[in-house]
């Protein structure tokens, strides 16, 4: 049962543009919902998290949208740089146990 | 204390062999987490520890696994009579354990031949 569905697998956008990747989880007791990016080799690295009580959070070019009634959140990534390509998971977490994560995106932006 | 560092961070080793790695923590994160990374997903949850206390084992985690945090502070994670499903990227991780910021290590990637 995968308790988080993330789409989609793979995402081209140019340099300058948009990213957009979607995630639904269907486990309400989910309360923490995390987004992290991973370059070949190396462990994922928390980029923005975060929590139902909110409906959206922003930090710089990146922004989680969060739709409760949904079960679905989104990370966007404006103004996307080459140096933003890698894979991305979302994840989320029950009381801050263990992260549940999606399967990923690799994002690709073209100079 | 810069992050959380693993040891090695390649291992080949062949069919029926036992394999450990290590995991040295942030020092102030007393919960310290194990999951297994396969090409093309996303990180599966083997275990977790909250100082030396193993509090949680993911079905993921067969007989042939077993993972220690003797002192609270570094893990180990050993795999007995290794299996060619067994090649992945481990990872470790810690947080504090009122906090919610995992942070990850770079993995130990390992290849069953």
């Known amino acids: 049962q995968q308790q988080v569905k993330q789409s989609p697998q793979s995402l081209i956008v140019q340099k300058g543009g948009i990213s957009i990747i979607n995630c639904a989880y269907e486990?309400?007791?989910?309360?923490?919902f995390p987004w992290y990016q991973q370059f070949p080799g190396k462990g994922p690295a928390l980029l923005i998290a975060i929590r139902p009580d909110v409906s959206e959070k922003k930090e710089g070019r990146f922004t989680i949208s969060f739709n409760k009634s949904a079960k679905q959140f989104s990370l966007h990534i404006m103004d996307s740089q080459p140096g933003d390509s890698a894979t991305y998971f979302c994840?989320?977490?029950?009381?801050?146990?263990?992260?549940?994560f999606g399967k990923g995106t690799l994002l690709t932006v073209n100079p | 204390d810069t992050g959380v560092s693993q040891n090695p961070r390649h291992k080949i080793t062949k069919r029926g062999q036992n394999v450990t790695f290590r995991c040295d923590p942030i020092s102030e994160h007393n919960r310290l987490y194990w999951y297994r990374q396969t090409l093309g997903q996303g990180p599966e949850f083997l275990t977790y520890f909250q100082n030396e206390a193993q509090l949680e084992k993911s079905r993921l985690l067969s007989d042939r696994f077993s993972a220690e945090r003797p002192k609270g502070s570094f893990s180990t994670l050993e795999i007995q009579r290794t299996e060619q499903g067994d090649s992945a990227m481990y990872l470790c991780?810690?947080?504090?354990?009122?906090?919610?910021?995992?942070?990850f290590g770079s993995g130990t990637r390992l290849t069953v031949v």
């Open positions: 994840a989320a977490s029950i009381s801050g146990l263990w992260l549940t």
């Open positions: 486990n309400t007791a989910f309360d923490y």
């Open positions: 991780a810690s947080r504090l354990a009122d906090g919610y910021g995992y942070t």
